[in-house]
Nanobody
């Protein structure tokens, strides 16, 4: 599976962005997927995850209530809707698929996209 993240950009605090993660290959619908982010000088952190069918979602406390993860398996695409953006959300956002491990918040993933930059100005 190859993943291509897009949709990042520069937005003012309080604004919104929608990230997309386009997947190649016919097995995307069988994988869980997630979004993680990495800010300069910081470790990569889990943002949100979604089960293969889309019936279960998980969020980091820092984004709960502001971000929404979803997927359209017919289109082989995952999404991250980000509302109420804050300067501390500034980071490179990565999509990933095929969770390795049972803990969504610490799991590694078998496949990673290249990342898309999100910058939130105050």
């Amino acid at each position: 599976v190859q993943l291509q993240a897009s949709g990042g950009g520069l937005v003012q605090a309080g604004g919104s962005l929608r990230l997309s993660c386009a997947a190649s290959g016919r097995t995307f619908s069988s994988y869980s997927m997630a979004w993680s982010r990495q800010a300069p000088g910081q470790e990569r952190e889990f943002v949100a995850g979604i089960s293969p069918s889309g019936s279960n979602t998980f969020y980091a406390d820092s984004v709960k209530g502001r971000f929404t993860i979803s997927r359209d398996n017919a289109k082989n695409t995952g999404y991250l809707q980000m509302n109420g953006l804050k300067p501390e959300d500034t980071a490179i956002y990565y999509c990933a698929a095929q969770r390795i491990g049972s803990n969504w918040y610490t799991a590694d993933y078998g496949y990673w996209g290249q990342g898309t930059q999100v910058t939130v100005s105050s």
